[in-house]
């Protein structure tokens, strides 16, 4: 209840709290434990094959299939990508490799992010910098796709960000793009989407494959709390990771909130 009024009533507060929670997992010695922030995605459930992995990612597996997700359904050959909050950099990493694009840029407004993924990933046409969501220092007219993967719920002004994406996207490039709301602001969130001016080419409510994913990956999650995250903290992280402490089972949950996968184009 009181992170739903945070982000209906003091979002700008709801965001300063999520960076500070952020930073603070920046601070600790997670190794390649933790490479995604994500919630994940599965479609095991409805008969899909899952897809093959490296035995590397295979723990990351729920949430690199949420970027396999988002990134299967535009081209990528000879791309100039764009990722905005790209965090500890696992889902720019799987792209790189697995879709091949000429080049791939990382932005993340945490330095100590940003260092991680330089020290970690080294792969020609991939880097990292640091940089600010709602002001993308880029020229217009410079990338072919843009990622966006579960971070603009925290973006103090989301108008910007999108205004930004518009602008840097080269005519015909590709905004891909997933994220969550509360079930009453879904029809807002569509609106500003509209708004933006870009053609929409997919929309996808993919609630119940994230949900699943989460059931699935529930015990990793566990784990990485319990073993990185103080013990007077854990309970806030956990809901962080989208597991309810207080719940028989410490079951996955989204909070009565729906999440959804776009693909938008720009004329």
């Known amino acids: 209840m009181l992170n739903k009024l945070l982000f209906h009533r003091f979002p700008n507060i709801k965001s300063l709290l999520t960076r500070l929670q952020y930073e603070f997992l920046s601070t600790l010695n997670l190794k ?41 359904h535009v081209s990528w050959e000879n791309a100039e990508a764009l990722e905005v909050s790209s965090g500890r950099g696992g889902g720019a990493h799987f792209i790189m490799r697995h879709f091949k694009p000429k080049s791939y840029t990382g932005v993340d407004f945490s330095a100590r992010a940003i260092e991680f993924c330089r020290s970690h990933f080294n792969l020609d046409g991939l880097k990292f910098q640091r940089g600010n969501a ?20 925290y973006y103090p002004n989301i108008k910007k960000f999108f205004g930004h ?65 103080p013990a007077i903290l854990r309970k806030q992280f956990l809901h962080f990771a989208g597991i309810a402490p207080d719940s ?20």
């Open 134 to 153: 709602e002001a993308l220092a880029f020229p217009d007219n410079s990338f072919d796709i843009v990622v966006n993967v579960e971070a603009s719920l």
């Open 248 to 267: 028989p089972s410490a079951l996955p949950h989204l909070e009565n909130r729906r999440y959804w996968y776009f693909v938008l184009q720009k004329s």
């Open 32 to 72: 390649r434990d933790v490479l995604f922030m994500n919630f994940g995605y599965t479609a095991h459930h409805e008969g899909h094959e899952p897809i093959p992995l490296h035995p590397d990612d295979e723990s990351h597996r729920y949430p690199l299939q949420l970027y396999h997700h988002v990134a299967k």
């Open 165 to 229: 994406v518009k602008r840097v996207l080269k005519p015909g490039g590709h905004f891909v793009y997933t994220d969550l709301r509360y079930t009453e602001k879904i029809e807002e969130w569509h609106a500003l989407i509209k708004s933006t001016g870009l053609k929409l080419i997919k929309a996808e409510d993919i609630t119940d494959n994230v949900l699943k994913a989460m059931e699935l990956d529930r015990e990793r999650r566990i784990h990485l709390v319990n073993t990185y995250i």
